[in-house]
């Protein structure tokens, strides 16, 4: 069962550009045809999917329809985004604090009972160690919970338990800890940990805390899964590093044949926790594994892997050994058995390692480079291949005596993507009813296969009917950096607000009427409450001078969707965008004298153009009140 290819070997693979899966053949005009229709979402018809992209280190979450594939929004979350006014307000710019953004990698779907309840999505920082939650009733960012202390590099998250109680992280870096401290780099496998977080969320709410966290060995951890089924309260990491280099990590870091993934019980350490067993650490209960035994468990898997993918039944963990051309299966109830028998080879710091043989169901030999599987619910596997580039279709266990004998039988089909194939994803494949039908290759180089852009490339997606025995590949489209993962929601479960109901609206200072929209001052403090309509803000002028504070609220009053309203200020840096119902408010100093026209940015009306007022900024003891000049004008 040693892997059979040398990491010479594929490095040569990979500079010769070879791809096994080949290039993609043409199609006859009858299937292109086909493939057309199958996209083809008419005008005024909709997609039956959402398909939620991480938006790479663009901070963002895109939005696009499956099968048209058409990007229709975008989410902004760890990044400004002038086009929804999110990081211009009060209430978002508190959220982003002080990073101006975020490298969004995997995106999870709230669940109830291992199903998507189409409450909230949840995405990883993994460049400022945050979790944010998107509610899907507005699509919008409401909670960034982070940075996460004891955590650096959020990367292997999010990850979410089958009745959301948590989102379960691990860190890609180690450094030494708490954060703060500063040891040298090269004491690395003495003084620098890595973490694995139990982000704890609320079942009502969706509000997120850090619950509790265990302390790893300084391993680089990668992409997991979360159990369901018999598997249930238990989750997965593969690591890449656990040579625990800390220079050179291309060459250092690849030297074993096997690194060690994480099986972790995540019920036990919440268990742990509760019975007083953990230390804190700069306010985090922290479960030391080799103190608290039964939290976790290492187990040997394939060189540098990358996903560690449970299936639908929760019976199988399949792992990606991106230097090694199979995916690993491991049979859960094979892990239990090796836990009650004790069946280790050894320990690591305490925590017991799983003799590999005794958990293994087979190592499939899928090709070069699998990264990442994802499921259909019919007891087929789908894994992206990223040597290879091509998606590879295969079989679960059970397996026949004969299938097992030789697994390249279970190997079913492959459709080559284009190119280098990361993550890919299956409808619903991280529940345990996967919708099936499409899968999406997010692939890393476009390679130009576009109109040309200059050097600045997008990815590609590709989306692939799986539907039938043989896998087509149906239509492509693009993306800016970087789709890492994504989650497909069916259209029909979840039924978002389109406008926000004036009775909902709990901001004290919204007006609905002319009669409530004021300017006020107290000392140096201005506020005005603006009201925003088809095409006009009431009122269409403030007054102020230098040195004031100035406080401003406006309320979109229109209960009409699609009627949006923008606050633009010139030479001020704001640009607010109000929602139907919703009341936003920004606050700045005022350094500079002048008249600085504001204006409605996000087009609402034929008159949109004409919807405008004046911003005037008084010297100190000028203006039409002298010192304690504050007016409203026109109403
Ligand atoms: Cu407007």
């Known amino acids: 069962m040693k892997p059979t290819i040398t990491l010479n070997a594929i490095a040569l693979v990979v500079a010769l550009g070879f791809t096994s899966c080949g290039k993609q053949t043409g199609t006859s005009q009858a299937e292109r045809t086909a493939n057309a229709v199958a996209s083809y979402v008419a005008p005024g018809e909709k997609d039956e999917y959402y398909l939620f992209y991480s938006g790479g280190h663009s901070g963002q979450v895109y939005v696009a329809g499956i099968p048209s594939l058409r990007h229709i929004s975008t989410i902004p979350v760890f ?24 490298d969004v990698h995997h995106p999870a779907l709230s669940q109830t009972n291992s199903k998507y309840d189409g409450r909230w999505l949840f995405v990883n920082d993994n460049a400022n160690n945050r979790i944010a939650r998107i509610d899907l009733h507005d699509f919008k960012t409401h909670q960034i919970l982070g940075p996460i202390p004891n955590s650096i ?18 860190t890609r870096f180690s450094v030494p800890l708490p954060k703060g401290r500063v040891a040298d780099p090269k004491d690395y496998e003495k003084e620098f940990n890595g973490m694995v977080s139990g982000i704890k969320v609320d079942p009502k709410t969706g509000e997120m805390k850090v619950g509790w966290q265990i302390l790893t060995p300084p391993f680089d951890w990668d992409l997991g899964s979360t ?36 099986v972790v019980n995540w019920r036990a350490a919440e268990k742990a926790v509760a019975e007083g067993k953990a230390e804190m650490m700069d306010g985090v209960p922290i479960i030391d594994p080799a103190k608290v035994p039964g939290v976790l468990y290492f187990v040997p898997i394939g060189k540098s892997p990358h996903g560690m993918d449970v299936d639908p039944t929760g019976k199988w963990i399949v792992a990606g050994g991106k230097l090694q051309p199979a995916t690993t299966v491991l049979n859960f109830e094979k892990v239990q058995a090796a836990i009650n028998n004790k069946t280790f080879e050894g320990e690591f710091r305490g925590v017991p390692i799983l003799k590999y043989e005794a958990v293994v169901e087979g190592e499939v030999p899928v090709g070069l480079g699998p990264l990442h599987t994802q499921y259909d619910g019919k007891g087929n596997a789908y894994t992206s291949m990223f040597i290879d580039s091509c998606i590879v279709k295969w079989k679960l266990p059970p397996w026949t005596d004969e299938e097992k004998k030789d697994l390249t039988k279970v190997v ?3 459709v080559p993507a284009h190119f280098s194939t990361g993550h890919l994803v299956v409808a619903g494949s991280d529940t345990a009813q996967p919708y099936g039908k499409w899968c999406v290759a997010m692939n890393k180089l476009s390679a130009g296969r576009h109109i040309n852009v200059g050097p600045s490339q997008p990815e590609s997606s590709q989306l692939i009917d799986i539907s039938g025995e043989k896998m ?9 950096p970087e789709p890492h993962f994504a989650q497909i929601l069916k259209v029909t479960d979840v039924q978002p607000t389109e406008v926000y109901p004036k009775d909902e609206n709990k901001d004290p200072n919204a007006v609905w009427e002319k009669a409530q929209s004021s300017v006020t001052r107290n000392g140096n403090q201005v506020v005005a409450k603006l009201m925003a309509i088809r095409s006009r803000f009431n009122p269409d002028r403030i007054d102020a001078q ?24 010139i030479e001020h840096n704001i640009n607010m965008v109000m929602d139907p119902g919703e009341t936003k408010t920004f606050h700045i100093k005022l350094t500079k004298p002048g008249v600085f026209p504001f204006y409605c940015t996000n087009f609402c009306s034929a008159l949109h153009q004409e919807m405008q007022g ?5 010297k100190p003891g000028e203006g039409p009140s002298g010192a304690s000049g504050a007016v409203g004008g026109t109403k």
């Open 79 to 102: 990044a400004p985004y002038p086009a929804t006014g999110y990081g211009f307000d009060e209430e978002s710019k508190k959220m982003l604090g002080d990073f101006s953004w975020g």
């Open 153 to 170: 590099g959020n990367h292997g998250s999010s990850f979410i338990t089958e009745n959301s109680e948590y989102i379960l992280c691990a």
């Open 227 to 262: 159990g369901k089924g018999p598997s249930s309260g238990w989750a997965f990491w593969t690591s890449y590093n656990t040579e625990m280099a800390h220079d050179t990590l291309e060459v250092n870091s690849t030297q074993k044949d096997r690194d060690l993934a994480a």
């Open 412 to 414: 079913l089909d492959k």
């Open 472 to 480: 087509k590949m149906i239509a492509e489209a693009y993306t800016e």
């Open 546 to 569: 230098v040195g004031d504070e100035l406080t401003v609220h406006v309320t979109n009053v229109e209960q009409t969707r699609d009627m949006i309203h923008g606050f633009g200020l």
């Open 614 to 618: 004046y911003l005037v900024v008084w």
